[in-house]
């Protein structure tokens, strides 16, 4: 099909028609993929799985204490686990999305930063040990930010601007 790169992901433009944008404004997977995975990435990449393992560490723990502690309530427990533990699934796709430069990565990286951000802020509100915890969630999502929405980061992932343009450098 016109338009399609080797992979089957199309480039086309309005109504599959073939963009008119040449590959040097809008890389293929393939011209992306031949350039180095730049610092700024693996690290946003590292970050975002470190937020993922955080939060599944943190459901396992809920689990087992539902299940053979003495919780308050073992329904809620046991919910609050399994929760957990499925919202750690999308910054650990997301990082290996990073990894492996998909640009849909991006958006479940962000959207896990943006989310992170309000927990940060209620874990500083609070008189326990969850103050510490609440900067390093703070600093950990402020930085995956500042990484992921890099000019740097966006080519390397082949992210275009609107049109289907690159933006400048």
Known sequence: MPGETP?????TG????PSQVSS???PTPETVDAEPRPGRLTVAAALAALEGLALAAGGVYLLVMGFTGHPD???QAVTGGVTLIVLALLPLLAARG???RRSW???PTI???IMALPVAYNLLQADSLAIPGGIALAVVAVVTLVLILN??????LGITGPGGVREPE
């Open 98 to 100: 990073l990894l492996l």
């Open 7 to 11: 992979r089957g992901r199309g480039r």
């Open 14 to 17: 309005v109504e599959g028609y």
């Open 111 to 113: 959207i896990t930063q």
């Open 73 to 75: 309530d073992r329904r």
């Open 24 to 26: 040097e404004q809008n």
């Open 105 to 107: 990565s991006r958006g």
């Open 151 to 156: 000019p740097e980061t966006t080519r390397a």
